[in-house]
């Protein structure tokens, strides 16, 4: 099983459950755009990596493993978005790249990255750095 289609499903099965308190098999097939039998057979595999607890017909709830993996998501997730406004990205943009970016990187790097944004976030250094790009990119526009 590929990771990202994984963490797609857990990413869709956390918001669905937020939502509507359980992630229906209909509902996933809409939401990332494929059969409802495929839904399924991935929520079988995800049931058997103790990822959800899946009842036919039901739908599909996270374990503790699950939300695990959701909040990890999340957490890679905001990070790039972060970053990615901190350079200037438009929102909406940010949030979309965020989107692909989030299933690619490495543990170390995202870490990297992440004590990158808490340096120029809360050290003086950070922030004066910060200010010289946002001059650096309104003299380049």
């Not at 990332?32 to 599909?60: C, N």
């Not at 543990?107 to 910060?130: A, V």
Request: aromatic share 6%.
């Amino acid at each position: 099983m590929r990771r990202k289609t994984t963490e797609e499903y857990i990413e869709i099965i956390c918001l669905l459950e937020k939502q509507e308190g359980r992630a229906q098999t209909g509902r996933i097939a809409e939401a990332i755009d494929v059969k409802p039998p495929s839904v399924t057979e991935m929520l079988r595999k995800l049931e058997q990596e103790g990822l959800i607890v899946y009842e036919s017909y039901a739908g599909a709830n996270l374990t503790p493993a699950g939300e695990e993996m959701a909040r990890d998501l999340r957490r890679r997730h905001r990070t790039f978005a972060d970053l990615l406004e901190l350079l200037g990205v438009a929102g909406e943009t940010a949030e979309t790249d965020a989107c692909q970016f989030e299933h690619h990187v490495s543990p170390e790097t995202l870490e990297h990255l992440r004590l990158f944004l808490e340096f120029l976030n809360e050290s003086p250094d950070g922030r004066r750095c910060l200010a010289a790009f946002g001059e650096f990119r309104k003299q380049r526009q």
